[in-house]
C-alpha cells in the first residue's frame, strides 16, 4: 500500500527550480522562441557545466531550443521510477513536425511540457494521444514500455521517469566529468523523498555511474539497495523480461519484480 505523502510532496514542488526558470515565460512567448528556434532553454543553475561538456566536444550534441525534460510521468504516488540519461532529439520530429502542427495542439502540447516539468498531478508517461507522444520523443517510451503496455495499460499511469540530464541531446552522449548540475539537487530531494515516502522501485535503465555519483548513499544503503533494479545493457532500455534478466543472477527476474509491483502484489520496503 502506498504510504499517503502528498503535503510533504506539494511543500517539495514548490521549491522546484524549473517553476522558478518558467514562472515569467508565457506559453505564448515559449511558443514563439520554439518555432523560431532562437531561445535556449538553459536553467542559470546548469549553464556552467553544460558550457563546460560542450566545450569538450568537437561537435555539440546537446540542443537546448526545446524544452528540457527532467520528469515525466506520475511522481506524486509511483510504484515504479526510471532512471535514465537525458531525452533524445529527432530533427523531423521535435522541430519540422511540430512546425506543422495546428497553434492549438502546440499550445497543449507547451502545456503538457510544463505540467511534467512543475510535478503536476495527472501526468502520464506515455500520452494517449499518440501524436502527442510522437512529438514528445518520436514515440521512444511508447516502444520501451509496450511489453508493460500489451499486459495492461494502466500500469502506465503508475511508472514515473527521470533523466540524469534534462536537455536533449542529437545522439547518445556519455557524461563523464565530475560536473553536476544545479537542477540536479533538486532531482536528488525528488529520489530521496520517493525513497522515504513510498514504496517505489527503482530502474536504472542507463548512467548508472552517474546517478551513483548523484545518490550513492541512497543507492547502496542498507536501507534502500533492494529497491533499485539495474539495465546490464544501457544502449537499449526496452524494458522487457529479455532485456532485463541479469545473467550474474538468473534467479531474479527483474522484469516479473516490477510487474508484481505494479499490479500491487508486492510491496519493496
Not at 25 to 39: G, P
Not at 66 to 78: A, D, E, H
Not at 99 to 109: A, G, H, I
Not at 165 to 187: C, H, M, V
Request: glycine fraction near 2%; charge should be neutral; proline fraction near 4%.
Amino acid at each position: 500500500m502506498v504510504k499517503k505523502a502528498y503535503p510533504k510532496y506539494e511543500n517539495l514542488k514548490k521549491h522546484n527550480p524549473w517553476k522558478d526558470y518558467f514562472q515569467d515565460k508565457s506559453d505564448d512567448e515559449i511558443l514563439c522562441r520554439i518555432v523560431a528556434w532562437d531561445y535556449e532553454f538553459i536553467h542559470p543553475d546548469d549553464v556552467e557545466a553544460m558550457s563546460r561538456h560542450d566545450n569538450g566536444k568537437k561537435n555539440k550534441t546537446f540542443v537546448y531550443n526545446k524544452l528540457p525534460k527532467p520528469y515525466r510521468g506520475n511522481l506524486k504516488n509511483p510504484k515504479l521510477v526510471i532512471l535514465s540519461l537525458n531525452p533524445g532529439f529527432n530533427e523531423r520530429v521535435n522541430r519540422t513536425l511540430f512546425d506543422m502542427l495546428s497553434p492549438e495542439f502546440q499550445k497543449e502540447f507547451i502545456k503538457l511540457s510544463k505540467d511534467n516539468l512543475f510535478l503536476e498531478d495527472g501526468c502520464r508517461i506515455i500520452s494517449k494521444d499518440k501524436k502527442v507522444d510522437d512529438v514528445l520523443d518520436n514515440g521512444y517510451w511508447t516502444k520501451q514500455l509496450s511489453d508493460i503496455a500489451k499486459i495492461n495499460d494502466n500500469y502506465l499511469d503508475k511508472i514515473g521517469l527521470i533523466q540524469f540530464i534534462p536537455y536533449a541531446s542529437k545522439n547518445y552522449d556519455s557524461w563523464d566529468g565530475e560536473d553536476r548540475l544545479g537542477t540536479q539537487d533538486f532531482t536528488k530531494e525528488i529520489i530521496i523523498h520517493l525513497l522515504e515516502e513510498t514504496h517505489a522501485l527503482f530502474l536504472v535503465m542507463r548512467a548508472k555511474e552517474q546517478w551513483e555519483k548523484l545518490i550513492r548513499q541512497e543507492m547502496h544503503s542498507d536501507k534502500y539497495k533492494d529497491r533499485f533494479l539495474y539495465n546490464r545493457n544501457p544502449r537499449c532500455q526496452k524494458l522487457s523480461q529479455r532485456n532485463l534478466m541479469d545473467e550474474n543472477a538468473p534467479n531474479q527476474d527483474q522484469f516479473q519484480m516490477i510487474l508484481d509491483v505494479l499490479e500491487d502484489k508486492k510491496s519493496i520496503d
